[in-house]
């Protein structure tokens, strides 16, 4: 056993801080769940209900990070780097921000058809948010820190494959601008799914070096 896990072992076992990021996770996992199976209807009349939906899974995250907040104002030891568990409940709270911010201009916007571009990237994201839950699941005991590598390297590989996605409909969006406020539309909206793609694989990217410090 590591010097890290010894000291990690004689903490106080603040197991709240990994019931609440693994809260987060699987919020973000159902989240984008739902945002792709509702997008694939392909009904514009569902948008609305949509963004409502939404709007409380943001609430959900939201109120996770206020928690592990508060919860670290009033914990003097934390059975990981208070750095790292701030750093991981602010990442994977940004990513259902911007799943809202995409319903938000589906309404907005009056979008009657979803490029074909969002589902891909939208398909990517739901593969890649669930592989979040099993990487911050693998922080309570850090365990096999071979396994969490390969999660970290798959999530990798789905974001590089979102970013070619991402880069060949702004292609197509440019190469044919018949209509510039719709591109501007599209542009922004292919703006936030790949950046929600970002912000996951940013979260497994903490969950590395957050490992790679305690295990």
Not at 63 to 92: C, G, K, M
Request: charged residues 30%; proline residues 3%.
């Amino acid at each position: 056993m590591s010097l890290n896990a010894i000291l990690r072992w004689l903490k106080p076992h603040e197991m709240v801080f990994f019931d609440l990021l693994e809260g987060s996770a699987e919020n973000i996992y159902h989240a984008t769940l739902h945002f792709d199976r509702e997008i694939r209807t392909g009904d514009p009349e569902r948008w609305p209900e949509l963004r409502r939906q939404m709007k409380e899974y943001e609430h959900q995250g939201d109120e996770f990070t206020h928690q592990v907040i508060d919860r670290l104002d009033t914990t003097f030891v934390t059975p990981i780097e208070r750095e790292d568990i701030l750093a991981l409940a602010h990442s994977l709270d940004d990513v259902v921000d911007l799943l809202d911010a995409i319903c938000e201009r589906l309404v907005l916007y009056r979008i009657l058809e979803i490029h074909p571009a969002v589902k891909e990237i939208s398909s990517l994201a739901v593969e890649g948010a669930h592989e979040l839950t099993y990487l911050i699941r693998s922080l309570r005991n850090m365990s096999d820190t071979q396994e969490i590598r390969l999660h970290i390297r798959r999530v990798h590989v789905l974001e590089n494959q979102a970013d070619s996605v991402y880069h060949a409909a702004l292609s197509e969006l440019f190469n044919d601008p018949k209509d510039p406020v719709l591109l501007m539309k599209w542009k922004e909206l292919f703006d936030l799914i790949e950046d929600a793609t970002d912000r996951i694989e940013l979260v497994a990217k903490v969950v590395g070096s957050t490992v790679m410090r305690n295990a």
